[in-house]
């Protein structure tokens, strides 16, 4: 199969916290067989929560060589299996705490409880800690290859100011798409190296955003960061929770990354999962949940659960149709292996070295059943390597 330099090749991670770990191994092996990393095989890098937290680590410039990647996929699984744990201490007390917390939001309204219960969220201090390592002050400009990070900003008040050609500084103030100015809106924080429809990258820290990215609802409070319009200079604040609000791969694809390609490319798109956890419901289980049992963890949260997998559901097919063959798919279920005493956990927060051990058992099997898919795609992403002209790092400059 051949690829050029009108072949881009784009990398979706999905989120899913610890979970993350799967797409670390699945991209290690990649690494392994090829002998490359993934940022000089792959054009643009996707994805939301865990999976840009992956996605911003394998394009960090490395301090001695600015045109080298500093991680590789080897290193983000290291990463998960030392941090997880401190990431997502183990709490029995969480699930009490969020309880009390809304019981008395809804009830008593008791101010003091509001610090004491600290509504159910783990500390994120640690993870900012972590971010910080891997990333240090980089922003989002400094990445090595074309990053795509998905937040929801929940703050409304933020509108999107236009300007145009002629206005002065007593031109009454308006904005773009005022019908969904008043809430919330998906947010694309991206370095663009595409040259079509380019814009310029806003001045944002790497940890600021992949924060918010990764504030998963329930789990993560909020995230509050700036963001600098590149051109005009202005800052915008935004309160970002979880990115896989909106995002998946045909969200992705026709939302982010579709206008920046020019007519005829070909898209090679590879989506490394973290596990399906969508599931079906009986019609008498559903209709006996009631108001609260839709959103019930104890009933796996099945409202949730479905407004997260219906969006991709209602595009997958036509996606599928779209890219054909060059659409390559590295997942499977969770679902299917409930009960089973090695199961993955499908919650996003159990760093335990037993489910470690099954995440990595899970990305092996994933592998030998698409062994031949698996390999198709390293010979693609060596391919899309070797016939583009490759920017020459530090050291083989210094040797001329």
Not at 35 to 60: E, K, R, Y
Request: with cysteine; charged share 25%.
């Amino acid at each position: 199969m051949n690829t050029n330099q009108n072949t881009v090749v784009v990398l979706f991670n999905y989120g899913g916290g610890m979970r993350g770990l799967i797409p670390a191994h699945l991209m290690s092996k990649i690494e392994e067989v090829t002998g490359l990393p993934m940022a000089d095989m792959v054009d643009i890098f996707a994805g939301p929560s865990t999976g840009a937290i992956l996605n911003a680590a394998l394009n960090i410039p490395h301090d001695d060589d600015p045109l080298r990647p500093k991680w590789r996929a080897r290193h983000m699984v290291k990463f998960y299996e030392r941090e997880g744990i401190k990431i997502f201490p183990r709490d029995r007390f969480r699930d009490f705490r969020a309880f009390v917390h809304d019981f008395n939001n809804r009830t008593m309204k008791i101010g003091q409880l509001q610090g004491l219960m600290r509504k159910g969220h783990y500390d994120p201090s640690y993870l900012s800690y972590c971010l910080r390592g891997l990333y240090g002050k980089r922003t989002l400009s400094e990445t090595l290859k074309s990053l795509i990070i998905p937040v929801y900003n929940i703050d409304g008040e933020q509108l999107d100011l236009v300007e145009e050609a002629g206005e002065t500084d007593n031109t009454p103030v308006h904005t773009k798409n005022n019908f969904i100015d008043g809430g919330g809106h998906a947010v694309w924080l991206k370095n663009i190296q595409q040259r079509r429809n380019q814009r310029k990258t806003p001045d944002v820290e790497l940890h600021d955003a992949i924060l918010a990215s990764a504030a998963a609802p329930t789990y993560f409070p909020c995230h509050h960061f700036k963001a600098t319009n590149a051109v005009s200079g202005k800052t915008v604040e935004y309160s970002g929770i979880d990115g896989s609000i909106f995002d998946n791969p045909c969200v992705s694809y026709h939302g982010a990354i579709r206008q920046h390609l020019d007519a005829g490319t070909r898209v090679i798109m590879i989506l490394l999962g973290t596990g399906y956890t969508h599931r079906s419901f009986k019609k008498e289980d559903w209709n006996s949940y009631g108001g609260l049992g839709v959103v019930d963890p104890v009933n796996d949260l099945p409202l949730i659960n479905i407004l997260f997998h219906a969006p991709e559901s209602a595009l997958i097919e036509s996606f599928r149709q779209e890219l054909g063959d060059d659409l390559f798919v590295f997942n499977k279920s969770l679902v299917a292996d409930i009960g089973k005493p090695d199961a993955v956990n499908m919650a996003i927060d159990d760093a335990g070295s037993e489910n470690l051990k099954r995440m990595s058992h899970f990305s092996e099997a994933i592998l030998e059943e698409q062994s031949q898919e698996f390999d198709r795609l390293c010979h693609i992403l060596v391919r899309n390597r070797d016939t583009k002209p490759q920017k020459r790092g530090f050291w083989s400059r210094l040797l001329d």
